[in-house]
């Protein structure tokens, strides 16, 4: 993205190609970038985008420039820039988690790895995913430092558990629970499966109760970062 002004016009495309966007989200959105505001309306009619803060805000986001674009493109992740300060929420939260949608060019949106299919090896192939970015990936280890323990329910009543160790180098993904997590994540096949393949997002599988949490709650905000295909895909806050 070269400017804001650009990714606000791309903005404006997606919500012209994609009429669902005001019936999915529901709000108002007022940006603050390096002083200059933008209205994101995807409340009344079929939408809109306009310079200049217009009616009243649902949901307000304050973020740099640079930061802005590096959202957009998908470099930088709406929870970690939240979590390091770099963005600013105030409002609903609830369209905060939405975010993302503005950024998915519904003409030519980057590829998203196929899921499994549910049943059967469809959690095995996703941890065999989950290994793949591990691999990819040597830093993670540093990065994280904490060891995973996920609870998947299957559609046949088992509750299966693996761990991601990423406390210890170069990192391991194993079935079974560990001996010891510091953060265990508990929910349905399906849910773990849309998670790991981009159709869910993490967060917003926290706030709807289909993602439930104990231990490091650090930790659990860096799950992005695990599950991340290392294929280029949209931000997802």
């Known amino acids: 993205m070269a ?4 990714v606000f016009d ?42 200049g803060k217009e009616g009243k805000a649902d949901c307000t986001i304050t973020i740099k420039g640079e930061d802005f674009l590096s959202l957009a493109s998908g470099k930088l992740n709406g929870q970690t820039a ?10 609903n939260m609830g369209l905060a988690m939405k975010l993302g949608q503005l950024f998915e060019n519904k003409s030519g949106a980057a590829a998203t790895p196929q899921a499994p299919s549910a049943g059967g090896g469809a959690v095995e192939l996703a941890f065999k995913e989950i290994q793949k970015n591990i691999a990819a990936d040597p830093s993670l280890v540093n990065k994280i430092n904490g060891v995973y323990q996920f609870d998947v329910a299957l559609s046949s009543g088992e509750v299966q558990k693996w761990a991601v160790d990423l406390k210890t180098a170069p990192g391991s ?48 905000m860096k799950l992005g970062q695990v599950v991340a295909n290392k294929q280029p895909k949209q931000a997802k806050l």
């Open 10 to 51: 791309l903005i404006a495309k997606n919500v012209t190609s994609d009429p669902g966007l005001v019936k999915r989200v529901g709000g108002v959105y007022h940006f603050d970038i390096d002083g200059k505001a933008w209205t994101v309306d995807l409340k009344n009619g079929s939408g809109s985008v306009k310079p």
């Open 3 to 6: 400017n804001v002004d650009q």
């Open 173 to 220: 993904v194993s079935k079974g629970a560990p001996p010891k997590a510091d953060c265990t994540l508990a929910l349905k096949e399906e849910d773990f499966v849309n998670m790991l393949t981009g159709k869910a997002d993490g967060q917003q599988l926290f706030m709807q109760g289909k993602l439930k949490m104990t231990g490091n709650m650090g930790l659990a």
């Open 82 to 91: 939240f979590m390091q300060g770099k963005l600013k929420l105030g409002g």
